[in-house]
């Protein structure tokens, strides 16, 4: 496994004014900081690990921005509205398109209630700070250059997807009493996990997001694992899970690690370890 150098840790008030912005957030923390001065400066050592781009972190600050999204969305953080890091997302390089495809999972996951309180938020000042970049020209979704392809039947879709007999069950047993509620979830999920070039994310990051989103809600009856294998399957690496697991950290607190990144980062690499050797036997035969 590839060893990553340690960032260099700057100033913890001179960070948090280049990050935060001179404004009611740093002030507040300024506040806690007359008391508990350790705070402020690990958090903002925290941070400044967490969002590390390359070379010294594996994704780009693009992507981290927004798996921030998906998390504060997750929560449902409503007082104040999670916007911060939805303009930040712009700012790395993201599109609003972007920004609606992880409130999209989050809506997914999370259920409705995280688009009305968290998600149209963080949406809104997405579109809002892209305006503002491009000198208040109103921002416009890019024509679609293709056609979007034919919805699979839900049932060959739910073989495609999950190929876990026992999940298949019972989502046959829902079946029988409610298909047309499975079928509208299974058109909903088809939707969100759409790929380029009729999506904006790369499935990839979209397994990502759910990860950390389900490490943010604290997903302790059943660990959070099936999405870590799938972004394993999309093409991450345990690097890239562990950075999500991180910003859960960041985000959600340590206590999201301790019940359930743990067991993602772990699954992440057993299945990586599991798709190594495979490859390699591969070879050898």
């Known amino acids: 496994m590839e060893e990553r150098s340690r960032p260099p840790v700057r100033d913890s008030r001179e960070y948090g004014r280049e990050y935060l912005g001179d404004g009611p957030v740093l002030d507040e923390l300024e506040r806690l900081a007359r008391y508990c001065p350790e705070v402020l400066q690990g958090h903002m050592a925290l941070r400044q690990a967490a969002l590390a781009g ?11 921005e927004l798996i921030c999204v998906g998390i504060e969305c997750a929560i449902r953080r409503t007082a104040p509205p999670p916007t911060f890091h939805a303009r930040k997302a712009i700012d790395a390089g993201a599109t609003p398109h972007e920004v609606a495809e992880v409130v999209a999972l989050c809506t997914m996951l999370r259920g409705i209630g995280t688009f009305w309180e968290s998600g149209r938020h963080a949406l809104r000042a997405a579109e809002e700070r892209a305006r503002e970049l491009a000198g208040g020209v109103a921002w ?42 499975l079928d509208g979830y299974m058109v909903f999920r088809q939707g969100v996990f759409m790929e380029p070039p009729h999506g904006a994310l790369p499935l990839k990051i979209k397994e990502l997001v759910v990860v950390a989103i389900e490490c943010a809600v604290l997903k302790t009856n059943r660990p959070p694992v099936f999405h870590a294998q799938k972004a394993i399957d999309a093409g991450a690496t345990p690097h890239e899970v562990a950075e999500s697991v991180s910003l859960c950290i960041l985000l959600a607190g340590m206590i999201t690690y301790a019940e359930s990144g743990r067991w993602a980062l772990q699954v992440a690499i057993e299945r990586a370890t599991e798709t190594a050797d495979d490859t390699a036997g591969e070879t050898r035969s």
């Open 54 to 64: 390359p070379p010294h972190g594996v994704l780009p600050l693009k992507y981290k």
């Open 140 to 181: 416009e979704k890019p024509k679609e250059g293709s056609p979007r392809p034919p919805l699979v039947d839900t049932h060959e879709y739910e073989r495609q997807y999950y190929l876990d007999q026992s999940r298949l069950e019972h989502h046959e047993r829902l079946a029988r009493y409610c298909p047309g509620v």
